[in-house]
């Protein structure tokens, strides 16, 4: 299979431990240059599937794909890879692991060190490069093995859960070091079940569910194409046009109330019909969805739990005329 632009590419793979099948028939592309999330519910296959990119298990059917070949040893040094289950030398000190870490990825020692000394300093751990590894708190370690898996400047990083166990500044932190490295070309593959973090991320998101793949697209294409089923109207006056074949139910919302619109029902009636009774309106807005209702809509809400109401975005200001 050539690379033909893309970073990975996994055709029908398919992985069985036992009786339990833990990736189907999975196709999956990851075009060079991307973001692209992995997504899904614990369980769903994708740790298994990042470790079939990989080469650390070897799929039952199926092929894949790294750089236009098999995964081997040499195309696996282009790759900065972070499992789920963190795992660092905790005797050793910690710019010494991380030289370490650059030498054995082709890094000369110097520089490996250099580098190592600016990521710490970058990531806040300025005073902690001569102590133990195993001195330093849960969060700091898991620090020290980012570091570890960026030091080499990799063509494609795959990070596996990896704001897992982080409090909000240092997510927010490693957020910002994934998006300067996709803006110097770096392909970045991440795995999460955290749907708001991969829409903050994200290209594109590939989502699986029960071990088969659910959805593949553009984000932006997959939000446009799913925005519908839920309007946000403000609105002064009668409130009698509301009532209609169109609508299921209502819902308020932050001072707005959200119209739950019917199967496959046109939300232009409704409006022609508000502006028909005289109501003045001061807003009308297609709500786009969020991904983790447009997850929950192709899955089932059994797959990532209670879906809850679509939230949409934040309004202000206050509708007379309820519902």
């Not at 903050?200 to 659910?214: D, G, N, P, T, Y």
């Not at 969020?290 to 209670?306: K, S």
Request: hydrophobic letters at 40%; a neutral charge; aromatic letters at 6%.
């Amino acid at each position: 299979m050539r690379d033909d632009g893309y970073a990975i590419r996994l055709r029908g793979v398919t992985k069985r431990f036992g009786k339990h099948t833990a990736v189907d028939g999975f196709d999956f592309d990851v075009p060079r240059g991307t973001i692209c999330g992995l997504l899904g519910p614990n369980g769903s296959g994708k740790t298994t599937s990042i470790r079939m990119i990989m080469g650390i298990l070897l799929p039952d059917e199926g092929s894949v794909s790294l750089f236009g070949g098999d995964p081997d040893a040499t195309r696996r040094t282009k790759v900065g890879y972070l499992p789920e289950e963190r795992g660092v030398y905790r005797k050793m000190k910690c710019l010494e692991l991380l030289t370490f870490l650059a030498e054995i990825r082709g890094v000369r020692r110097p520089e490996g060190r250099r580098r190592g000394a600016e990521w710490m300093e970058r990531l806040g751990l300025p005073d902690w490069m001569d102590k133990k590894v195993e001195d330093l708190s849960k969060g700091m370690q898991q620090k020290i093995q980012f570091i570890g898996t960026v030091i080499h400047e990799p063509e494609l990083l795959i990070l596996d859960e990896p704001f897992s166990g982080l409090d909000p500044i240092n997510q927010d932190v490693l957020e910002e070091i994934v998006r300067d490295f996709h803006a110097r070309g770096t392909t970045i593959l991440f795995s999460t079940h955290l749907m708001d973090q991969a829409e903050r991320l994200c290209e594109r998101v590939c989502l699986i569910s029960r071990a088969r793949k659910v959805l593949d697209a553009d984000l932006r294409a997959l939000k446009a194409a799913e925005r519908k089923g839920v309007v946000a109207v403000e609105f002064e006056g009668s409130d009698s046009w509301i009532q209609g074949p169109e609508i299921e139910r209502v819902v308020p919302v932050n001072g707005a109330l959200h119209l739950m619109l019917r199967e496959a029902a046109d939300h232009q009636p409704v409006l022609e019909r508000a502006v028909a009774s005289g109501a003045r309106i001061l807003r009308f807005d297609l709500l786009e969805p969020r991904l983790h209702e447009i997850f929950v809509r192709h899955a089932g809400a059994g797959a990532v739990g209670d879906a809850g109401v679509p939230a949409g975005r934040s309004f202000t200001g206050s509708s007379t005329g309820g519902a």
